[in-house]
């Protein structure tokens, strides 16, 4: 198989062999070839598209589907990573910004960003760049796309100066919170839920904008709480949960919000530090948009679903909130939106996997 024909750029590495899996290790794929090109996209797909193979991009890896899989052409964007393509990762970014005083204005979990200007190759290896103002059909279209109407190379995305924020973590029971549901949700410029499923607790975070100075847990105590009880630990108690995940999945919740989140938590950092957190251990999602004002009655439903015991999932369900808005593919599409996040310690959702299917 001879690289791709460059126009007198070097040529583009690819390999074969190789074995792509996403972060979550729930799905895989061997790609006939994996391609990384650090400038030229559109002569791989150019290539692809001869030969009538699929051409599929991947990024970081997180998306915890089999998206980004194919038997025939992956490209690879780690080496798209200059400021600013399309292959960036959003912690290089933030540190980049933060070198020049900038941050996004918002993240997810670990990440969420506002987009101005996409360019990109497309199946017929034509490079197009797009915005709401040129080609605004193909923006709307390709700022949701899933992978499929191109290689998106190049992204421009709105910042503003660096700021700081300052969160709290309160615990709350979910009846008090359903019960003040609209002030709450509209009681920071950042909200989000992490309800502890099999208990009726939850934790409400809050964040706004702060000048105060940052102010963080100690790092011993941090270790303890975070890594050693609220990963390993808790991950060590989920494992051995997949023998009797309906008996035990229970039990550990309550052991989890007893010892580890009675306590409310102050942070004060650069935005990018607070927004984020850690996903933990390898796991399988489930996360649903409904209209945001049908939330409550969601999380009712879904709080008899899970008391009747055949669903075993664990800290946290997520609960956050976005506004509408006019992307073709988005689930907030015209109206707001409340994402509800389900997860399952992949072992445990293996475990229930198999014995739903026995027999
Ligand atoms: C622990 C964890 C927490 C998460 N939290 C959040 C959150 O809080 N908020 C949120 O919104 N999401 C969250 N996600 C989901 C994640 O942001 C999305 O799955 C996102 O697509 C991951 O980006 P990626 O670069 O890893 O994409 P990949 O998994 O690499 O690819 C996903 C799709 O994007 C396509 N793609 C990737 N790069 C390109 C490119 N350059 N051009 C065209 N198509 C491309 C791929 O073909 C594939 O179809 C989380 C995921 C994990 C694992």
Redesign the pocket.
């Known amino acids: 198989m001879s690289s791709p024909k460059t126009n007198g750029m070097p040529p583009v590495k690819q390999r074969q062999g190789v074995r792509f899996q996403?972060?979550?290790k729930t799905h895989s794929c061997r790609p006939a070839l994996f391609f990384e090109p650090d400038t030229e996209a559109q002569v791989i797909v150019k290539q692809a598209r001869a030969q009538g193979k699929t051409c599929?991009?991947?990024?970081?890896?997180?998306?915890?589907?089999d998206?980004?899989c194919t038997n025939d052409y992956m490209?690879g964007?780690d080496r798209?990573d200059r400021v600013i393509s399309?292959?960036m990762?959003l912690h290089d970014l933030h540190e980049y910004l933060a070198q020049h005083q900038l941050a996004l204005s918002n993240?997810?979990?670990?990440?969420?960003q506002s987009v101005t200007e996409l360019t990109?190759v497309l199946a017929d290896g034509a490079v197009v760049t797009c915005s709401a103002e040129e080609q605004p059909r193909l923006f709307r279209a390709a700022q949701c796309?899933?992978?499929?109407?191109?290689?998106?190379?190049r992204v421009t995305l709105q910042c503003e100066p660096a700021f700081l924020l300052r969160a709290t973590e309160e615990l709350w029971s979910m009846a008090d919170l359903l019960g003040r549901w609209s002030d709450t949700v509209h009681s920071a410029e950042h909200v989000r839920f992490w309800w502890f499923p099999h208990t009726d607790n939850v934790v409400v975070w809050r964040a706004n904008r702060t000048t105060e100075h940052a102010v963080g847990r100690t790092p011993a105590l941090s270790w303890l709480r975070d890594r050693l009880f609220g990963y390993h630990m808790y991950e060590l108690g989920l494992y051995l949960a997949r023998f009797m995940p309906r008996l035990l999945t229970a039990s550990i919740e309550r052991w989890k919000v007893a010892w580890l989140h009675q306590d409310p938590i102050v942070t004060v950092g650069p935005s990018h530090d607070v927004f984020n957190f850690d996903?933990l251990f390898s796991?399988r999602?489930n996360e649903w948009a409904v209209p945001a004002d049908r939330a409550p009655e969601a999380i009712r439903q879904l709080r008899q679903i899970i008391a009747q015991g055949s669903f075993p999932v664990h800290f946290p369900i997520?609960i956050?909130f976005t506004a509408k808005d006019d992307i073709w593919l988005s689930p907030a599409q015209g109206h707001d939106v409340c994402y509800i996040g389900i997860i399952m310690y992949r072992w445990v959702m293996e475990a229930m996997s198999r014995s739903c299917f026995a027999g």
């Open positions: 996403n972060w979550a599929r991009a991947i990024g970081a890896g997180h998306s915890p589907s998206l980004a490209i964007t798209l399309g292959g990762r993240l997810g979990s670990i990440s969420d990109l796309s899933l992978g499929c109407l191109g290689i998106i190379v996903c796991q999602v997520e956050r």
